[in-house]
């Protein structure tokens, strides 16, 4: 079924971002950035200064909404994503999340020991209400009109949750790490406790995302961004195996339309064939690995998203533009007999940097669209 | 020609090292471990107290000698490394080096613009006389007596040098670095300043390798530290390139021995087939890729080196014994028809880390050997 028989409702002006996804054909490659509301723009800077902190943000729809929106304002970007942080799960399971000025997000109750792990639940999803709340927020704001003046979405909701693996590298050092010291202890020491924490946060990631499906996130994204720090043995036993389960429990389909899922690991490309074999529909990529390479090891089964180095942002506009459209070209949209762009999802390999200069945005996103 | 033929005064009583280098077979696999001689070692701390500092340490032949030698004191690792550090060659182009404590390296005067780059050359050796000292303090230390009484040395000595992009990291940055903003944005904008740096690293590279060959290093091993943060075009222009005219310069023959080559690309998994091909004898291996795959993808054409998780060490030490074992299986012993090891170098996937319990080691080597 096409997106637009999805009634007028949930009409979309711009659905090329779920097309590729679904590896149909679309006029040109879709593109969004990682963190495309973020601390880049000025626009965003401001609207955090008034929520008084990154947190203040993130659980307040209005600011949640106000931020999501601002990449939208700038450039006509394909997709829109629930501003939101990884780490709301595990706060919601009482973890005691804080960020500290420069030095990132500490939980204030890691789960170090068995005492902690036998006390850990899947969340009640109440306390992750804010997140639906902005979910449905933002979906109102993207209504707009189409030429005949009817009310169509501009561009999809994207919502996302760290994946199991990624949260559990959190929850148990207890902050971010230069060598998961911590977790990577206790899965040699003790895996049966970090099974136990993997197994409750791949439902509680399941439901979450579920619940952003039904508040109206129209592609989910699971962010495995820690999956790359682990051995090959342990990477499919303590990341993929979770990430798969999570999939597998995802509601795929609403407001009548396929709801697609995005697997990005950082540092995945290794790992290429047996992700793209875990159940999603798309599978991001970091710019380590080269997207036409990628498609043969896959044989087309499914999406690719990424992957341009986000430090390409740093260079001139006219570098940007040629770079952009080598990773276009990299896909090889010409294999396609109709000459027509399909499962080419374009987007940095990581979230876009902090210092990246806004204009050089504009000359990515023209490229791109210009490819 | 046999290692063993080499005369009296370079016999080695154990050249398991250079022989699974060369694809030869061994009764075990040999093993030593990146960063050997390291603050996990209490001995290692107390000559650091004494030195004063890092560089002092790393400048003095004596105080080199005798960390050099201490992991072989306890343990009986098949190979004793140089002690030095990977930025002495920048720091002889005048850079300035210094190490502020907790802060990790960094240059006085980083390379950042066409002036800097233009002043840059090719170091007088003469500036690094400490280091080719310092190997020969360590081989004429390593000398023991065989059981006849005539003197031979215990193991071979691995000297070692940055890559020319990793050296260009720390040139550019200045330090390390999160995103490699500084060294990514030049590739970017002024790629003909960066390939000028690296024409400079790479000859510097060769010549530093050569001197410590001519000291007396009986392997040698290349660290791109940085070549996994590159995008997979980059990589190749940037950082193999380069590596590849370093192993094309090096004299690989001394005391009628063959001189093994080792490169070792973190976060290299991807580009395993381009840099088997580099002309090295031996790849190194991070984590990430299993040893057993990694040798169809190559076909055996090298050697490799690798790939111990160094976090597995923080485990119980019959865990990392089980670990150990289990990589040394992943290369696959048994698919020679002699049942002999051949072409596997056991090592960790990268430096020890500084909160390794020794007695960990200890489990680890036993393991190894008796694997």
Not at 3 to 31: K, M, Q, S, V, W
Request: charged letters at 20%; aromatic letters at 8%; one cysteine or more.
């Amino acid at each position: 079924m096409s997106p637009n028989d999805a009634g007028p409702a949930t009409r979309l002006l711009n659905d090329t971002f779920l097309r590729a996804c679904l590896r149909e054909p679309t006029p040109y490659t879709p593109l969004w950035l990682m963190r495309q509301a973020g601390r880049y723009l000025p626009e965003y800077n401001a609207t955090r200064a008034r929520a008084g902190s990154f947190m203040g943000l993130a659980t307040s729809p209005d600011f949640a909404t106000e931020v999501t929106l601002q990449p939208l304002a700038r450039w006509p970007l394909d997709a829109a994503i629930l501003f939101s942080d990884i780490l709301t799960v595990p706060d919601a399971m009482g973890l005691g999340l804080s960020f500290a000025a420069g030095e990132g997000p500490r939980f204030a109750h890691p789960v170090r020991d068995e005492a902690a792990v036998a006390k850990l639940a899947v969340p009640d999803l109440e306390c992750l209400r804010y997140v639906f709340d902005a979910v449905r927020s933002i979906r109102r704001a993207l209504v707009s009109k189409d030429s005949e003046g009817r009310a169509a979405a501009r561009v999809p909701l994207i919502g996302f949750s760290g994946s199991p693996w990624t949260l559990a590298c959190y929850m148990v050092e207890g902050s971010g790490s230069d060598d998961y010291r911590t977790v990577k202890t206790m899965l040699y020491a003790r895996p049966d406790l970090l099974h136990r924490i993997l197994e409750i946060n791949a439902q509680a990631v399941a439901a979450y995302l579920n619940a952003q499906v039904q508040a109206g996130a129209q592609a989910v994204m699971i962010f495995d961004s820690w999956g790359g720090v682990l051995s090959d043995a342990a990477f499919r036993r303590f990341s993929l195996h979770y990430t798969r389960a999570v999939v597998a429990a995802l509601q795929r389909e609403a407001e009548g339309r396929r709801v697609p899922c995005i697997v990005f690991t950082k540092g995945g490309g290794g790992w290429l064939e047996e992700i793209a074999a875990c159940g999603a529909d798309v599978v991001g990529l970091d710019w380590t690995t080269d997207l036409g390479q990628a498609r043969q090891r896959i044989d087309d089964c499914v999406a690719l998203q990424g992957n341009l180095d986000p430090a390409v942002l740093f260079a001139p506009p006219e570098i940007v533009a040629q770079e952009a459209r080598a990773v276009v070209a990299s896909f090889g949209a010409a294999q396609r007999a109709d000459g027509r762009f399909g499962g080419h999802v374009f987007n940095l390999g990581h979230g876009i940097s902090q210092h990246t200069p806004p204009e050089h945005v504009s000359a990515l996103v023209e490229a791109v669209h210009g490819a």
